[in-house]
């Protein structure tokens, strides 16, 4: 069974970076589907972004609220996938967990998509 465990995240000022990264052990990051998402107090798990496999040419997606801000990658030869956050703001404020699913689904952005969570990491963004 998988575990995975992040790490990386902080307090940091807006406009600022913070680049989390997710520990993969018991499954090859290459061959997994992996997201990210987020918790404010108060709110629900939201999507962030999500790759896929590596035979499935590494697709990425991401919510329109951290597109083009927010990059996710995949380091095969660390079984690491990261979140690379830029220009943070206050309201990316948050819990974030990576997560991973065992098997195909057509969507890829509700958290029924996945099956294996982290514990999460907390960034917190300053104004």
């Known amino acids: 069974q998988v575990q995975l465990v992040e790490s990386g995240g902080g307090l940091v000022q807006a406009g600022g970076s913070l680049r989390l990264s997710c520990a993969a052990s018991?499954?090859?990051?290459?061959?997994?589907?992996m997201g990210w998402f987020r918790q404010a107090p108060g709110k629900e798990r939201e999507f962030v972004a999500a790759?896929?496999?590596?035979?499935?040419?590494?697709?990425?997606y991401y919510a329109d609220s951290v597109k083009g801000r927010f990059t996710i990658s995949r380091d095969n030869a660390k079984n690491t996938v990261y979140l690379q956050m830029n220009s943070l703001k206050p309201e990316d404020t948050a819990l974030y967990f990576c997560?991973?699913?065992?098997?195909?689904?057509?969507?890829?952005?509700?958290?029924?998509?996945?099956?294996?969570w982290g514990p999460g990491t907390q960034v917190t963004v300053s104004s």
């Open positions: 997560a991973q699913r065992r098997y195909y689904r057509s969507s890829y952005s509700r958290t029924d998509d996945y099956d294996d």
């Open positions: 018991g499954r090859t990051v290459s061959n997994i589907f």
């Open positions: 790759i896929s496999t590596s035979w499935s040419a590494g697709n990425t």
